[in-house]
């Protein structure tokens, strides 16, 4: 939004219109002022004026294209064999397919995110790492008391721990670590 109002460098040569644009922009100032006390804060005044205009244009500049990201949609895994990982994922861990298509993607649902599986299958994706090396963490929250649930529901299943159940007292977090088919880590804690 550009709102033109010819000011001047002397108020008393400015015309009605302009003391008009002047006076919209302070009624715009005081409501910016009242919803957006932190923005308001770090926008200059311009000879009484607030300068809503170009606030509001650097705003749009700073909230366009990537700094309009807001939160995380949905983590995408690469996969050599993605039935394996569908049924560890399913199967083990109990999460529900939102969406497939045969062979090549997997949505699953976890609360309020989705984990998507997708065959590597891209020039870019490159080869799978290491059979002896993780290529991501993924944690997942349970109540406390839930993690020995987990390690007992795991063990039933032929799932071993990477290692014991520990209280990682700098994080606050009660933790249970395991491997999924392709060696990612899978983290299973608890708020302590």
């Given at each position: 939004?550009?709102?033109?109002a010819?000011l001047?460098?002397d108020?008393?040569?400015?015309?009605?219109?302009?003391?008009?644009?002047?006076?919209?922009?302070?009624?715009?100032?005081?409501?910016t002022?009242r919803?957006?006390?932190?923005?308001?804060a770090r926008?200059?005044?311009?000879?009484?004026?607030?300068?809503?205009?170009?606030?509001?244009?650097?705003?749009?500049?700073?909230s366009?294209?990537?700094?309009a990201?807001r939160?995380?949609?949905?983590?995408v895994?690469?996969?050599?064999?993605?039935?394996a990982?569908?049924?560890?994922?399913?199967?083990?861990?109990?999460?529900?397919?939102?969406h497939?298509?045969?062979?090549?993607?997997?949505?699953?649902?976890i609360?309020?995110?989705?984990l998507?599986?997708?065959?590597?299958?891209?020039?870019?994706d490159?080869?799978?790492?290491d059979?002896?090396?993780?290529?991501?963490?993924?944690?997942?929250?349970?109540?406390?008391d839930?993690?020995e649930?987990?390690?007992?529901?795991?063990?039933?299943?032929?799932?071993?721990?990477?290692?014991?159940i520990?209280?990682?007292?700098?994080?606050?977090?009660?933790?249970?670590?395991?491997?999924?088919?392709?060696?990612n880590?899978?983290?299973?804690y608890?708020?302590?």
């Amino acid at each position: 939004m550009t709102i033109n109002a010819d000011l001047g460098s002397d108020r008393s040569t400015a015309t009605p219109q302009s003391h008009l644009a002047a006076q919209n922009l302070d009624r715009r100032a005081a409501a910016t002022t009242r919803l957006l006390p932190d923005c308001a804060a770090r926008v200059p005044r311009l000879d009484g004026v607030l300068s809503v205009a170009n606030h509001q244009s650097e705003h749009m500049e700073q909230s366009a294209g990537l700094g309009a990201i807001r939160n995380l949609d949905y983590a995408v895994l690469l996969c050599d064999d993605i039935a394996a990982m569908r049924d560890f994922y399913t199967r083990i861990l109990g999460f529900e397919v939102r969406h497939e298509i045969d062979g090549k993607w997997v949505e699953l649902e976890i609360g309020a995110a989705l984990l998507a599986l997708r065959r590597r299958s891209r020039p870019y994706d490159g080869p799978a790492p290491d059979p002896d090396s993780a290529s991501v963490q993924l944690a997942f929250r349970v109540s406390p008391d839930d993690v020995e649930t987990a390690l007992s529901q795991l063990a039933e299943l032929g799932i071993e721990p990477l290692e014991p159940i520990a209280d990682l007292d700098d994080f606050g977090h009660r933790v249970l670590f395991i491997a999924d088919p392709e060696h990612n880590i899978i983290e299973i804690y608890a708020e302590i």
